[in-house]
């Protein structure tokens, strides 16, 4: 066996690609570390184990489903029942015909991807209601509020002046009123 062919190899397995068998490594890894810490003689440890592990897919590779199977194997012996035991899913397809297992696996993706953008669609137009909901709000307070802003600053400005003008105007009529009265002139 050369080298590569090494790299492939892991606890038995012959893998296709060498991601898989870094996959695999990493699961022998998990593996030992549950080991050295789970309680075989504590079911109910056993089976929280167990079921975040198969929740969390954990364990993809057929090392990963043997160990998840010598668990259930342990978990049946300890007198857990059956129904507690959840089964092990199988990530992948078995058929022999390369074009029902490609179909297969299109459909799925093209499944996933419809939920997927169906997702993203439901969300995209619940943000552009919002986002313009926002901005109705934003111009209606606009033009509603007195405060000048740029979409109403020189009519503000226009009216401030003439009311000054306005009230200027007055206050000379009332002293020319007041002038004539008093009969002063203006010499």
């Keep these: 066996m050369d080298k590569n062919e090494e790299e492939l ?34 079911p109910q440890n056993v089976l929280l184990v167990y079921n975040k592990a198969i929740d969390n897919r954990v364990f993809l590779t057929p090392l990963g489903m043997s160990y998840l199977h010598r668990m259930q194997s342990q978990l049946a012996k300890c007198g857990v029942s059956e129904e507690k035991i959840k089964p092990i899913p199988l990530y992948a397809t078995f058929s022999n015909k390369t074009e029902n297992n490609s179909s297969i696996r299109r459909s799925m993706a093209v499944r996933g991807q419809k939920v997927e953008f169906k997702g993203r669609f439901i969300t995209s137009v619940c943000v552009n209601i919002l986002l313009a909901a926002a901005l109705a709000a934003m111009i209606i307070l606009a033009y509603v509020s007195d405060v000048p802003t740029i979409v109403n600053y020189k009519t503000a400005i226009l009216n401030e002046y003439s009311e000054w003008e306005q009230e200027l105007s007055d206050r000379e009529q009332a002293v020319r009123e007041a002038e004539r009265m008093l009969d002063i002139s203006n010499e």
Excluded at 15 to 36: C, H, L, N, P
């Design 9 to 42: 190899v892991v606890g038995g397995y012959r893998f296709g690609t060498v991601a898989d068998a870094e996959t695999a490594r990493m699961e022998q890894k998990k593996i030992a570390s549950v080991e050295q810490h789970l309680d075989y003689r504590n």
